[in-house]
């Protein structure tokens, strides 16, 4: 236990330091070390009243005070030591100029700092047991730390009951999100009616999205919500620490949120120590990540899951997260936060210009349309660099010159490119509509809930479908139409603009997957015919491989049922060419439009 061997390395430093006082301080009572010589050269003058020996040890006293040969004035008490070879005439010399000489024999006699460590014996256990007994009543308080070198970990932040509360209203431009969050709000507030109803709470709730949309702030408005305690840590905080204290400070952390429950945990960066476990155990810090990883799901565990205590995690690195962190139990929910879209800005903008007096030429919804993907933080922070410029200008209200100025100043300070060049906005615009109209024209094709040109992790853009009920099987019709639908978005690029990027790639990902299914496992194929050609393991197990030839024609008919559906993808999207532009164009003004929207505007009506 690492508390033990602190304690004893305190003891240790604490015993040392007094036995340097105490040598100096006894050093100080006998006077200064003079040279052999000089204790001679004063024997011969006389100038010696007593002294002390205990073997050659010399202790004794001056009759006229000499200059210290240490500095700082006279002495007339010294200390010396009667080397081993000396052969002068010490007891005659002492003896003619009448020295009292005092002796004490050696052997009984311990040195000079082992009597001192044994006179210092009973303080020195007092010290270690005040140590060790302080470290344990602050390690029981919960907040041990600030000794020898241990980093103070973070105090757990509680909501001053009278501080000002973070809540959904300070949260803009992801309502979907908040709204995911409200019954998690629901139970804090009133844990018990759950509780009487059987109900489980999730445990842990995972934010993810990109630096700056927001996650901290949305985990302080759930507390400010409810109206209960919020504790925050730094993930990396955790791993910083020497080795075994990360796991006993997630041990305090969650003891603590326990003790005034129902109340948050919020861990920032978990993905500092959720990575997924690369096989085998590494160096020391890996340990002390993984067993930080350890004690934080098994205290996760430990909830009944009525306790009260809602851990909510925040990441910008979801895909490398530990499988094992998101089991049902723990972070069993998953939240993406993405970056606002327009009218998402516009609010966020609002929030932050709000203790902000703007000029009334000021129109924050073109400052929205002027700053596609910047998340709530750099709009904050827009916010505020134009009110500063204001304040230089010594403006009593921040023109609109300042706002333009100030996103300049944003964008260039800002070490990712914020804003995606206009054409390649326009592209992703016509490359998700043309997924969006392919899905809603095809008879079949699960309707389009979404489309939206606001990035989202490597994605420029999303195109959302999905079906009515649960499919359990799929017709041929059905697959061609995904396949059709998954290749809108590079038939668009192809029919609009002659050349295609390489936006496409997991679009393509998508088709390869579904086309080897067709041909390869669902026998839809007449050249391959109705068999399993791709054999599974179990009949790999056998010895079973498609002969060369089968992986001919499989290659062949994948080919061939692709490059029908991208024809028909490219004709349908000129016959229907103004429905294209009006989609791409509302999607340029809006960057998001929901189900019901995207409908109206490409004018399709939906089939049932
Ligand atoms: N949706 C939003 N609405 C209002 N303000 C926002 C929003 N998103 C971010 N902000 C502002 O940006 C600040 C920083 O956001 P926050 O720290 O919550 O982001 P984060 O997602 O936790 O970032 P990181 O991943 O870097 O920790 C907030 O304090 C707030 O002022
Ligand atoms: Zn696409």
Not at 80 to 85: A, E, G, I, V
Request: charged share 25%; proline share 5%; net charge negative.
């Amino acid at each position: 236990m690492p508390g033990g061997w602190i304690g004893l390395t305190i003891a240790a430093l604490v015993v040392f330091v007094i036995a340097i006082l105490g040598l100096s301080f006894f050093n100080e009572g006998n006077g200064p070390t003079i040279s052999y010589t000089e204790f001679s050269k004063q024997v011969d003058n006389g100038n010696i009243t007593k002294i002390y020996s205990k073997g050659d040890a010399i202790q004794g006293q001056l009759k006229k005070a000499q200059d210290n040969p240490e500095g700082g004035g006279k002495y007339t008490k010294f200390q010396t030591q009667r080397p081993s070879f000396a052969d002068d005439k010490l007891w005659q010399n002492l003896e003619k100029h009448q020295v009292a000489v005092t002796a004490s024999p050696v052997v009984q006699q311990r040195s000079f700092l082992s009597n001192l460590l044994l006179s210092l014996a009973p303080i020195v256990l007092l010290v270690v047991l005040w140590v060790f007994f302080a470290r344990r009543f602050r390690a029981g308080m919960g907040s041990a730390g600030g000794m020898l070198g241990r980093k103070a970990p973070p105090k757990p932040v509680e909501l001053q009951p009278g501080a000002p509360r973070t809540t959904f209203a300070d949260v803009a431009g992801i309502d979907e999100v908040a709204g995911e969050l409200n019954d998690v709000v629901d139970f804090l507030k009133n844990p018990d009616a759950y509780r009487r109803m059987g109900a489980k709470m999730p445990r842990g709730v995972l934010l993810a999205g990109p630096p700056g949309t927001g996650k901290t702030l949305l985990a302080r408005a759930v507390a400010g919500e409810a109206g209960v305690p919020f504790f925050s840590a730094s993930a990396s905080e955790f791993i910083e620490m020497i080795v075994g204290v990360g796991a006993s400070r997630v041990r305090e952390l969650f003891a603590e949120a326990r003790k005034v429950a129902p109340s948050i945990i919020f861990i920032d960066e978990i993905d500092t120590i959720g990575r997924a476990r690369a096989g085998g155990s590494g160096m020391g810090g890996h340990d002390e990540r993984e067993q930080t990883l350890n004690q934080i799901l098994t205290e996760m565990d430990g909830f009944s899951g009525s306790e009260g205590v809602v851990v909510i995690a925040a990441t910008n690195r979801a895909d490398i997260l530990d499988p094992a962190l998101t089991r049902p139990g723990r972070f069993d929910r998953i939240v993406n936060v993405a970056p606002p879209d327009r009218g998402g800005r516009e609010a966020i903008l609002e929030i932050h210009t709000r203790d902000i007096p703007l000029s009334p030429d000021v129109d924050l919804s073109q400052v929205a349309r002027t700053t596609p993907g910047m998340t709530g933080a750099d709009l904050a922070n827009l916010a505020n660099e134009a009110a500063l410029l204001a304040v230089k200008r010594k403006q009593d209200q921040v023109m609109p010159t300042d706002l333009s100025e100030a996103l300049e100043k944003v964008q260039l300070g800002a070490e990712r490119a914020l804003v995606m060049p206009e054409a390649e906005r326009r592209r992703t615009a016509y490359h998700e509509s043309g997924h969006a109209l392919l899905g809603m024209l095809q008879p079949g094709a699960d309707p389009v809930r979404k489309v939206t040109i606001v990035p989202r992790g490597r994605a420029l853009g999303v195109t959302l479908s999905t079906p009515e009920a649960d499919r359990y099987s799929y017709t041929e019709e059905y697959l061609r139409g995904r396949i059709i639908g998954a290749l809108g978005g590079m038939a668009a690029e192809h029919v609009v603009y002659g050349v295609v990027t390489t936006g496409s790639e997991n679009d393509l990902e998508q088709v390869t997957n579904i086309v080897r299914g067709m041909v390869a496992r669902w026998g839809m194929s007449q050249r391959v015919g109705r068999l399993s050609a791709l054999p599974n393991d179990a009949q790999q197990a056998y010895g079973l491989a498609a002969a060369p030839a089968t992986l001919d024609s499989i290659d062949h008919e994948m080919r061939r049922i692709v490059d029908e559906c991208y024809e028909e993808a490219c004709d349908k999207l000129r016959e229907h060419r103004d429905q294209l532009d009006a989609l791409a164009e509302a999607l340029l003004a809006n960057e998001t439009l929901e189900e019901a929207e995207a409908y109206r505007i490409a004018g399709v009506k939906r089939l049932e």
